[in-house]
DNA sequence: GCAAATCGTTGACCTAAATCAATGCGAGAC
DNA sequence: GTCTCGCATTGATTTAGGTCAACGATTTGC
């Protein structure tokens, strides 16, 4: 179940100065369609808010009322059975956009895996935002565009893809995260828990933790610490998430 | 193999007149948002296509120079790994539009799977028009969101849900495609082949195959020849789609 | 009408990954 | 420090669905 302890924490703007014009997630996002001088009309109708890691902030099902800029954090997006079986959709992250949905409830629920700070707009004042700034427009279809293509590539990991396989795309995938496209670390954090890795890539938490364990064990990578590893062999591993042997 | 024994049959518009504003396919696709003053517009730069069933007219990584809309027939759309393992992301009919992508070459391949026929536009003409006509960009963007939509249930369907409950699903998808929002029809023709079947659930042919002799043996559905058949049981098919037993 | 090819079904058997069951480990609480 | 609790690993066993193989059924071409 979903902590649901502390509610989502509602910040005041700093000082009162425009919280949009010093947003570190702007470059990012689709906020930067919207000009420096209308900075504070975009301002006018954000909602800054935090929520802590484990803490859930959209419900499946649930009237869409708001649309949601993640800013900070790293955020999972899941869908339920009935049962409780569980798939993760998508890690996101500052400069990600949530509720675009035409329905009027959401189609997939998002609770934060690292304390999580977004902008949160009425979607009925979005509408008229979107009518004034065609750029912002551009930018979301633009982003909408590039999520389905990612979409695709996730079903093809999961319709077609053995474990081995799934784990070594998940690797690569954190590895470019946030990076400039083209780059990718060596060394870096997962966020997410194993269970968290294992819904996402439609697989057990067992499954996840023993491949793992067979691909340190064949060098392809260096676990250091439960939520931290090395890409020792990136080209293997690239072989690898191809589906090549 | 693709079959690429024609080429794209390339028609010129019946007797010269205006093709756009007699398109069947109109009401259902974006270019509902061009003013019926503009359609010449519009019309100077489609170019209408036919190809016929299993023929190809999408290859993934080519250069995406074309932005498509589908005005009859059922196409699919797939992913392939080196060694021929395929994953298809969807079938699409008419209204469907193909080659939104933002990267400069396709993320998936297309190919017929009954006669189909599109219009073909230049995406640098795309671009102008889309400038020109905002509201065929919120058309756009609308479709990109309800596409999303889709391929997170159809994530949840690849990672999460039995053969059966996959099948459950399939079927009840294709007995709403393209009724009216709420409506379903209990008859109707599978225009795809089980190896498709396959290829969109994750599965293989003999799976598909004994699942749905299954379920008709449990009297849910009844097969009326290979590509035809009847829903007997819509209530008992929506349970085992939500991944009720 | 028949041959050939393609597609679909069914059966026997196998295997990748799931399930069940301990056990290990590391981060906070105190 | 050490207790505890949730997370991760590892091992033994099961199973859903894949693979391999044979056989029907349907369509296509002549």
């Given amino acids: 179940m979903t902590t649901r302890l502390a509610r989502p924490q509602v910040l005041d703007p700093i000082g009162g100065a425009d919280p949009c014009s010093t947003c570190e997630a702007r470059a990012l996002s689709v906020c930067n369609a919207v000009p420096d001088a209308e900075m504070t009309r975009l301002a006018a109708i954000a909602v800054i808010t935090e929520v802590a890691a484990g803490q859930g902030f959209i419900d499946e099902g649930e009237p869409a009322t708001f649309f949601f800029n993640i800013t900070a954090g790293t955020a999972k997006l899941f869908k339920l059975l009935p049962d409780g079986r569980r798939q993760i959709t998508g890690f996101v992250g500052p400069g990600h956009f949530l509720g675009l949905a035409v329905s009027d409830t959401y189609a997939f629920s998002a609770e934060a895996i690292e304390p ?39 079903m093809l990991l999961l319709g077609r893809k053995t474990a081995r396989e799934r784990l070594a795309s998940f690797l690569l995938m954190q590895s470019r995260h946030g990076m400039p496209c083209g780059h990718a670390r060596r060394q870096f954090k997962l966020p997410m828990t194993r269970s968290d890795i294992a819904d996402y890539l439609g697989l057990t938490i067992e499954t996840v933790s023993r491949t793992l364990t067979r691909l340190r064990g064949e060098g392809v990578i260096e676990i250091l610490s439960q939520s931290e590893l090395v890409i020792e062999d990136p080209v293997g591993l690239e072989r690898l998430a191809g589906g090549l042997r």
Same sequence: chains 1, 2.
Avoid: H, I, T, Y
């Fill in 116 to 154: 999580v700070r977004f902008c949160r707009f009425q979607r009925s004042a979005l509408r008229g935002l979107l009518d004034d700034f065609p750029l912002m427009e551009k930018r979301l279809l633009e982003a909408a565009a590039n999520e389905l293509v990612a979409a695709q590539e996730q």
